[in-house]
């Protein structure tokens, strides 16, 4: 049986299977099945922890069965979980995006470096050179990249936007050759951002890491907030902070429940 865990960073939840003693063995239609909120157990990401270099190397799977190189809220559950099991607090872990670092930031939290933005156009990457603080699209978003691409919106009222419509047409602009995460924030006090994330291959989401520090970073490069900034989603606070060694990430996490898939499910799902 393939045994996984159900977790959340502020209900961007996750199924994550351990696979450091026995090959996970998915395939692209297994992670669509276990996608599925009525048929299977229902993701946002799903995430494999494999033996590495360093502590765990972590492999992340979307809804629609394609890959991502980062899901920050997914690292720093994993990262919980590991420090529970080893009793250490400070951890290393590999993906596709690089080397980042996690600590226990104390009460509960726990802390992981995204690494550093990718501000180029050809590292988000975007389909032909431009400057990335203020994109030629309506609305003028902002192209930061996290090993995973983004485009921020900076609109009056967060909350009023229809993310719905507007991500999914987003999501497969033509600038943004491997599809985009969206975001829409507003600022609402001094270093305090509210943000609605739509994710590619997935949707709307209650939270995302990698998104909340693309935000994070686009508001301080266009002068709205400074490199430490809260960040208000529509399943809690994160706090981010913009840092000379890369991005740090703050905020709570929760495993929820733990699983086998049955025989049956495995074998409907080849």
Not at 4 to 16: C, I, Q, R, S, T
Request: net charge negative; with cysteine.
């Amino acid at each position: 049986m393939i045994q996984f865990e159900k977790m959340h960073g502020l209900g961007n939840d996750f199924v994550v299977i351990d696979a450091r003693e026995r090959p996970d063995g998915l395939s692209e239609a297994l992670v669509k099945a276990i996608a599925h909120r009525h048929m299977g157990v229902g993701f946002d990401q799903l995430a494999v922890i494999e033996k590495g270099s360093e502590d765990a190397h972590l492999v992340f799977y979307n809804a629609d069965g394609s890959t991502s190189a980062a899901c920050g809220n997914a690292t720093r559950c994993i990262a919980r979980k590991l420090m529970t099991e080893s009793g250490r607090d400070v951890l290393t872990l590999t993906t596709e995006r690089g080397t980042l670092y996690a600590k226990d930031a104390g009460d509960g939290l726990t802390s992981i470096n995204m690494g550093h933005p990718q501000l180029d156009w050809h590292e988000v990457p975007l389909a032909q050179e431009m400057d990335t603080l203020e994109l030629p699209i309506d609305g003028g978003p902002t192209a930061t990249g996290m090993g995973n691409p983004h485009c921020t919106f900076f609109v009056e009222d967060a909350e009023a936007v229809d993310l719905e419509k507007l991500g999914s047409g987003f999501e497969h602009h033509p600038l943004y050759p491997e599809r985009t995460n969206v975001q829409f924030a507003s600022v609402i006090g001094e270093n305090h951002l509210r943000m609605r994330v739509w994710e590619r291959g997935v949707g709307v989401t209650l939270a995302s890491g990698s998104s909340s520090c693309a935000t994070a970073v686009a508001a301080a490069r266009r002068g709205l907030t400074g490199r430490q900034v809260q960040i208000d989603l529509d399943g809690g606070t994160i706090w981010i902070d913009w840092r000379e060694d890369g991005v740090w990430m703050t905020g709570p996490t929760m495993t929820v429940f733990q699983g086998a898939f049955t025989d049956d499910f495995l074998e409907a799902s080849k």
